[in-house]
């Protein structure tokens, strides 16, 4: 990988331990350097962003799209050897007296130590632990899903797939007044998350529109998709009454997903539109910039210890290469996965 660091020693540039994926579903720990920047960092935690860092482990980032899925401190190119990750939560161990010592979240791969300037942290709000933030990616990328929905008071909502965006949503909904939120997910196991969070829960698409039983045609005013699969997306439409909107949340990858419009989807005019955390709806953009929008999901965070519930599973940075295969399969129990740092 090459060197995008200017801070030397005398024996090179300096570096640190940094997981690389080096091959379909093969990844690696290696010396990489720190990068540049005015602080020096000691990663606390990170975490893995099971379906995006999915397909990078799995080479199936389409070409057209790799420009495009580049983590803001990514080394290399896609599909192979590439640093990539964006969930990191970090000491300041050296830089301006006045942020030494502090605690910070930034967009940076798996790497034990780092550089980076100082725009580019986020300070942790006082009492947010480190391994919910690590989180505060996921809930930027929910917030804008909720946003994108039009979510409002009273609401009844379908959220398909009860990953770590999915449960996000459905929290972030489910606070709204006076909205009925479901969740719905083939693993039975994430009932006890769902329950932690406020919201039914399902892994029978059949119990649709049981729980919101007197719609015609279907059940819920706004059905959010978020497992990347076609039988999730099918049944989020099947969730929504006549002129109710599906919000595509999902990244799919390389390959097709047949989308079923034929049945009801014109007689009941239903709307699919897609969600991006790149892309922010036209009315809120020229307001909520990064900074701001990062700064809101670490309140979020701060505010809601119920979300603790979703860190499910925890390994040492050491053993991430192992673990991977396991940790990213399409059928892995748990939600969210941390890594812990020495």
């Excluded at 930027?140 to 039009?150: C, F, I, M, S």
């Excluded at 965070?301 to 860190?311: V, Y």
Aim: some cysteine; overall charge negative; charged content about 20%.
């Amino acid at each position: 990988m090459e060197s995008n660091s200017d801070h030397e020693t005398a024996t090179g540039p300096e570096t640190a331990p940094a997981l690389v994926y080096v091959a379909p579903g093969r990844a690696e720990l290696r010396e990489a350097p720190l990068g540049e920047g005015e602080a020096l960092l000691r990663m606390e935690v990170s975490a893995l962003s099971r379906g995006t860092e999915r397909l990078v482990f799995e080479g199936r980032v389409p070409e057209t799209e790799r420009a495009r899925m580049r983590a803001p401190f990514q080394t290399g190119e896609f599909p192979f050897p590439v640093k990539y990750g964006y969930c990191a939560v970090a000491r300041v161990e050296d830089g301006p007296p006045d942020w030494r010592g502090r605690l910070v979240f930034a967009l940076h791969p798996h790497q034990a130590r780092f550089r980076l300037p100082l725009s580019a942290l986020t300070p942790l709000p006082e009492g947010l632990p480190p391994a919910r933030a690590a989180l505060a990616a996921n809930m930027e990328t929910a917030l804008n899903v909720t946003w994108d929905a039009g979510v409002g008071p009273g609401d009844r909502v379908a959220v398909i797939g009860a990953g770590l965006v999915g449960c996000l949503v459905a929290r972030l909904c489910a606070r709204i007044p006076g909205t009925e939120v479901i969740l719905c997910d083939r693993m039975a196991s994430r009932q006890a998350a769902a329950a932690r969070l406020g919201v039914k829960f399902t892994s029978s698409p059949g119990e649709f529109p049981a729980p919101f039983a007197g719609f015609e045609g279907g059940a819920c005013d706004v059905a959010i998709h978020t497992s990347a699969s076609a039988g999730g997306l099918a049944t989020a439409l099947g969730t929504l009454g006549p002129e109710g909107r599906l919000v595509e949340a999902s990244w799919h990858g390389a390959g097709e997903t047949p989308v079923p419009l034929g049945g009801a989807f014109h007689s009941r005019r239903l709307s699919i539109v897609s969600s991006q955390v790149g892309r922010l709806p036209p009315a809120r953009a020229p307001r909520w910039d990064y900074a701001r929008r990062m700064e809101a999901a670490l309140r979020l965070l701060a505010e809601d210890d119920a979300l603790d519930a979703l860190i499910s599973t925890e390994v040492a940075f050491a053993d991430l290469p192992a673990r991977l295969p396991a940790l990213l399969a399409r059928e892995a129990e748990g939600i969210a996965t941390l890594v812990r740092y020495p």
